[in-house]
């Protein structure tokens, strides 16, 4: 990404910006499917369908009351994990990583 800001032809805006509001965007649209899934899991799972996943038992713990003690907690940071990787991939591809040219972290 170039340092100096250029015009461009869309009502004064730069190439700058034009970047970083396609990395928020994809900041964004990671963002809100993790935390869906996140809000699936916790919310869907642990409190709504209780009741009917609570009918299966693995090693006999009911698996609603799973979802609700682990289960959200276990996903949560899988979520994180995912976001970090996914993150870092998002700024390698700007050109915004915190690596340096021999590819280490800064």
Known sequence: MADAPHESTSGGATDQDDWRKRYWK???????SLLAVWFVVSYGFG?????????????????GLWFAQQGSIITFVILILIYALRMDRIDD???VSERGEDGERR
């Open 47 to 63: 409190i709504l369908l209780i009741e009917p996943l609570n009918t299966i038992e693995i090693l006999g713990f009911p698996l």
């Open 26 to 32: 994809k900041n964004l649209r990671l963002m809100v």
């Open 93 to 95: 591809e700007f050109g």
